[in-house]
């Protein structure tokens, strides 16, 4: 009798934790893994590459919440899939385009300087031809007032009248050289001035194309370079390394468990905007993160854990 009764115990023990564990499995189940599927050659990613990719994304969870949440394994039925399709040809075509964009603001950027240091040298060398003129005429008036002094006297000395033959032959000289520097000023003067209107037809075609970009792909769209599915993440478009691995650690996060936060910094924001270059989680992700899976020493936690290994030698 006791016999039949610990087993019918027993029996209810296992159907119960069964239905909890079948009713909660789905509930952040790490360690989880999983590996890479399908990579469409078409993408500018090659397999080492993919790799070193996930191992990022996974050290973006588990170096911050000192977790073991991942677990890279070929033979999993998760897999991480590169699925090619017009969301990356649109970013192939959007890259090109701002690669194109960065140049043509970059040599409006090298001619608007170069106008800038041009018309500094042509201003102070302007003001140094003025200072320069000025004196000329001034040593100009001198010579005229002499002359007319000696002619009201009816005529210079000799002595004089060889050194006024001199200051004049000076006189004539310095009057050529200020004419040429006059014009090298006024010549360059030209130049900086077509110069000018070349860097302002640059920038003003680079406005233009901005407009169009902007219309194009200006408009921040949810989430769209990724998703998760169960047991499969799919991802659908990225820009470089650094956007595929927010794109990856992103839809890890939904594999956890994790849904979208607040604040446009944060990795599981629904919008990839302003999140940083630098990868890292926000407050608003480590909260999220530890109301769906705890400190992970919870009772429940454990017995998941044990009750998974148990499920992988059957």
Not at 60 to 74: A, K, S, T
Not at 127 to 155: H, I, S
Request: glycine share 4%; proline share 2%; hydrophobic share 40%.
């Amino acid at each position: 009798m006791r016999s039949i009764l610990f087993s019918t115990l027993v029996g209810v023990l296992i159907v119960a934790t069964t239905f909890w564990y079948v009713g909660t499995s789905a509930v952040c189940p790490v360690p989880i893994s999983y590996r890479l599927g399908e990579v469409d050659e078409r993408f500018p990613i090659s397999i080492a590459e993919a790799h070193e990719v996930l191992a990022a994304a996974e050290a973006v969870w588990e170096d911050e919440l000192q977790r073991d949440l991942f677990v890279y394994d070929e033979s999993s039925d998760f897999t991480v899939n590169f699925i090619y399709d017009e969301r990356q040809q649109m970013a192939s075509t959007e890259e090109e385009w701002r690669l194109e964009l960065d140049k043509q603001e970059a040599d409006s950027q090298r001619i608007l300087s170069e106008v800038r240091q041009i018309a500094a040298e042509i201003s102070a060398d302007q003001e140094a031809f003025v200072v320069e003129k000025d004196r000329y005429e001034t040593r100009l008036t001198a010579y005229n007032n002499q002359v007319a002094a000696y002619n009201e006297a009816g005529g210079a000395p000799k002595e004089e009248f060889a050194a006024l033959q001199k200051e004049q032959a000076e006189l004539a000289e310095e009057l050529a050289r200020l004419v040429a520097i006059e014009q090298d000023i006024r010549r360059r003067a030209d130049e900086v001035n077509e110069l000018g209107e070349t860097g302002n037809q640059l920038i003003e075609l680079y406005n233009k194309e901005v407009l169009q970009y902007n219309e194009i792909y200006g408009n921040i769209e949810q989430y769209t370079q990724g998703d998760y599915e169960r047991e499969r993440i799919n991802v659908y478009k990225f820009s470089d390394t650094t956007e595929l691995t927010k794109v990856i650690a992103h839809e890890f996060g939904h594999s956890l468990g994790v849904g979208h936060v607040e604040g446009e910094s944060s990795l599981m924001y629904y919008l990839m905007a302003e999140q940083p270059d630098t990868i890292s989680l926000s407050e608003e992700d480590i909260v999220a993160f530890l109301d769906e899976c705890g400190h992970g020493n919870e009772l429940s936690y454990e017995v998941r854990r044990i009750i998974r290994t148990a499920l992988s030698y059957l």
